[in-house]
């Protein structure tokens, strides 16, 4: 019996015998380096007013007396932002004040968002709090004469993993901003 | 809140280049705190935000050595800073300098470490370049430091890697996947190695992170130095290729002796 006719030589290697033709494996796919947390600014920009309305909705339910209704409030901040909250939430809750009225956001103006890196969206915010009542705990107003009913914020967010929309209120200055002057 | 306030970076040793403006927006942050009409804007020149530079420009030359301290004026320095400033009319400031920073101070601070791979995933060949790809990514972590709220950036700026079999590679890139690439399997790379040796091999990568502080001022400030992270091992099978001529190729028939 003649052999039998040798359809083709096949040279394999080994190891792409085993990786290529019969484990199945596939070629890995390393994730990218450096990938940044959002595909565009318009896609930074959104989740960061995403955040602050997030924020000033968790700050329009607190309840005063109820440091429960804080949490959400410390759940959308971080470092600077977050100190600041606890520190003044817990002391008008530990004076017994009470608050009532809402934050109203007016305007909202992406400013920078840092592409290469995972780091910070700033955008610039204009509130009105004229209709925030706060009273002591015999109802006297603690309410600055000089309290603006506008505050031109500039706004910081950091990228957050845990939070929904990937980023936190990290910080939260006061600017003067013409445009929103009372 | 530190109210009114002068942060000084950069070690107020202020012959150096300095930029000064007198800024409108409050020191402090404001959340929940403006209902009672905290933050509000004083525009009387009573918050002055200073920043500077060291002359050897982004990098400033912080000794490593120096015992860092807590929050300490650097007000008295070599040179009366009258004669080359403009802080040193009537003051109605408190003058704080942030503390300067070593890379040591960082130690709570902990980036994340890089991933590692490699293609043929798990396996080489000996005397083929086997690729090997660490990944890691800019983090932000905020915390305390020496009694202040501070941001730290970490970057990757330099990646160690560790074949297993004696010989490191010190690189500025982490390497990239031949299937990222487009390019054939067993093409040379900046990260892959080619092994001379049968044998399993556990490979390593280091990442060397750059550090950089901010306490607040939206001035990143470099530490000098490098904060490492260290991957998990990754398992390299390296094995022998031997050519051979066959019948048919393990596609067409699987249960072919070495298939």
């Known amino acids: 019996m003649l052999p039998r006719i040798v359809s083709g030589l096949v040279a394999l290697l080994l190891a792409g015998a085993m990786v290529a033709g019969c484990s199945g494996r596939s070629a890995p796919e390393p994730s990218a380096p450096s990938a940044p947390a959002f595909g565009s ?52 809750h530990a004076d017994g004040w009470n608050v009532s009225g809402e934050t109203a956001i007016l305007k909202w103006v992406p400013e920078e968002h840092q592409a290469s890196a995972l780091g910070a969206v700033v955008a610039i915010a204009c509130t009105d709090i004229s209709t925030i009542a706060l009273v002591d705990g015999a109802g006297t107003s603690v309410v600055s004469p000089d309290r603006p009913d506008r505050n031109a914020l500039r706004l ?5 993993p845990k939070s ?8 939260s200055v006061r600017i003067e901003d013409a445009a929103c002057a009372d | 809140m530190r109210g009114l306030m002068v942060s000084v970076i950069a070690s107020i ?28 804007i004083t525009n009387s020149g009573g918050t002055v935000d200073l920043s500077g530079s060291t002359a050897s420009g982004t990098e400033p030359d912080i000794p490593q050595s120096t015992p860092s301290s807590g929050p300490t004026p650097h007000a008295e320095s070599q040179r009366d800073p009258c004669a080359t400033t403009m802080v040193c ?5 408190e003058i704080v300098s942030v503390p300067d920073v070593t890379i040591e101070d960082l130690a709570s601070f902990r980036p994340a470490a890089p991933t590692l791979t490699g293609e043929p995933l798990g396996f080489g060949v000996v005397g083929l370049p086997a690729n090997v790809v660490a990944a890691a990514s800019e983090q932000r972590l905020s915390g305390e430091l020496l009694g202040w709220d501070v941001a730290v950036r970490f970057r990757p700026a330099g990646y160690v890697l560790d074949y297993g079999d004696g010989t490191t590679l010190r690189t500025a890139t982490g390497g990239t996947a031949w299937a990222a690439t487009g390019q054939p399997q067993f093409t040379p790379t900046a990260t892959s190695h080619t092994y001379r040796a049968r044998g399993t091999y556990s490979v390593s990568a280091r990442v060397l992170y750059t550090a950089a502080v901010d306490f607040g001022s939206g001035l990143w400030r470099p530490v000098p130095g490098y904060v490492t992270a ?30």
Not at chain 2, 89 to 93: A, G, K, L, S
Request: glycine letters at 4%; hydrophobic letters at 40%; proline letters at 4%.
């Open chain 2, 89 to 93: 009319r009537d003051m109605p400031y």
């Open chain 1, 164 to 171: 929904a929309t990937g980023l936190s209120l990290a910080k």
């Open chain 2, 230 to 259: 260290d991957s998990r091992a990754y398992r390299i099978e390296v094995l022998e290729a031997r050519t051979a001529l066959v019948d048919r190729t393990c596609a067409e028939d699987p249960h072919t002796a070495g298939c």
């Open chain 1, 41 to 92: 600014d318009d896609e930074a920009f959104a989740a960061a007013e995403e955040t602050y309305r997030a924020y000033v909705d968790a700050l329009n339910q607190v309840d005063l007396s109820d440091p429960a209704t804080f949490e959400p409030v410390f759940a959308w901040t971080t470092g600077e932002a977050k100190a600041t909250e606890h520190k003044s939430l817990s002391q008008m």
């Open chain 2, 13 to 40: 040793l202020i012959a150096m280049p300095a930029t000064a403006s007198a800024t409108t927006q409050t020191s402090e942050n404001c959340g929940s705190n403006t209902w009672a009409g905290a933050c509000s």
């Open chain 1, 156 to 160: 910081t967010f950091d990228v957050a």
